[in-house]
Each structure stands twice: as structure tokens, then as C-alpha cells.
């Protein structure tokens, strides 16, 4: 089973997390086999993190949990909240196989919260600027509850033209980048 899990950033939570950097990438390293894509969402300044991005395929939601909730910045309080969602791999690949490479242009995190429809999400035209990109589930993956899309795009806008402009209730975009250790 796939899952999506965002780690949000508390305000004030940095210098904590870069603290726990070494631990984090410890405790990441023992899911390598599992991670479809990992990396942090950064503010606009494009350094500073503001959360943390992974998709993982794990035996069932307990395990995914267990990923979750044990991971360090989040037991130690780095974390405001943590978005677990079941999640569907409609490209097949893992963040490594992007024909894009790790590097080139800016990388964003769409999340399309809420659809206004139940038909589920396509895969857009722009398959080739995807990193990855599936639906967010209910946590028996039988309902449809949001899209979660890792995009190259030269601008936030273009990132959020990755979904449909009027299918979601709400819409959040977050630069984001390759993580895991360089």
C-alpha cells in the first residue's frame, strides 16, 4: 500500500530540525526500499524548509503510522502536523526514475485538497514534468479525498496548472526539492 505523508514545520521549529537533520536521514534510510519520493517544501526564499514529503509503500496503515508518528523531528516537536493519506502511484515510478534527474529547474508540491468531483484524477498532459503524481485517499482507499502531484514547472503558477483550476476546494503549492543524502 501507498502512502503520502507531509510533515509541516511548526513556526520556529528550525534550528530543531537542522539539529535532528542526521537523525532524520537515519531513520529514513532504513525505508530506502520503500520511499517512492522524499524531500522537504521550502519558503520562498528556497532554502529555508517548512516541511517534509514522503511517499512510502508500506504493508498496511498501521506501519504507515509507525512511519509517521516515530519519525524524530516529529517526536521531538518539529512538526505542527502531519497530512497521512493513502496514495495511489499513477506514474509507476519512484522520484529517482524522474526522466528529469535530480537537478534543472524548480520543483514544486501541488496538493489538491478536496475535489469537487469523484471521477478521480488523470494524469495530465505534462506527464514528462512529473515527479510524481497520484490521488490522496480515504484511509480505506475507497474514496477519492485530494491529489498529491511532485511537478517540475518554471513558477508556482505553472506548477498549479498541473490540476484541473476549478476541481479542488482548495489548492496548495509548495517549492519543494530531491531530498535524501547528496
Not at 521550502?42 to 512510502?56: N, R, Y
Not at 518539529?78 to 493513502?86: A, I, W
Not at 497520484?134 to 496548472?161: C, E, I, K, M, Y
Request: hydrophobic fraction near 40%.
Amino acid at each position: 500500500m501507498e502512502f503520502f505523508c507531509y510533515h509541516r514545520d511548526r513556526s520556529g521549529s528550525l534550528p530543531l530540525r537542522m539539529a535532528l537533520l542526521e537523525e532524520h536521514w537515519s531513520y529514513m534510510d532504513r525505508y530506502d526500499k520503500e520511499l517512492i519520493a522524499r524531500g522537504p517544501t521550502l519558503a520562498g526564499d528556497g532554502e529555508t524548509p517548512t516541511g517534509s514529503v514522503h511517499i512510502v509503500d508500506l504493508p498496511d496503515p498501521a506501519a504507515a503510522r509507525a512511519f509517521a508518528f516515530d519519525e524524530p523531528g516529529y517526536q521531538a516537536g518539529v512538526y505542527r502536523d502531519v497530512l497521512l493519506r493513502r496514495w495511489r502511484n499513477l506514474l509507476g515510478r519512484t522520484m529517482w526514475e524522474f526522466p528529469g534527474g535530480r537537478t534543472g529547474g524548480s520543483r514544486f508540491l501541488v496538493l489538491g485538497l478536496a475535489p469537487e468531483r469523484d471521477t478521480g484524477p488523470a494524469v495530465p498532459p505534462v506527464r514528462d514534468e512529473l515527479v510524481a503524481y497520484g490521488p490522496l485517499l480515504s484511509d480505506d482507499g475507497t474514496a477519492w479525498v485530494g491529489t498529491a502531484a511532485l511537478v517540475r514547472a518554471p513558477d508556482p503558477n505553472a506548477a498549479r496548472a498541473v490540476l484541473p483550476p476549478d476541481g479542488y476546494a482548495d489548492v496548495e503549492v509548495h517549492p519543494w526539492e530531491f531530498g535524501g543524502r547528496r
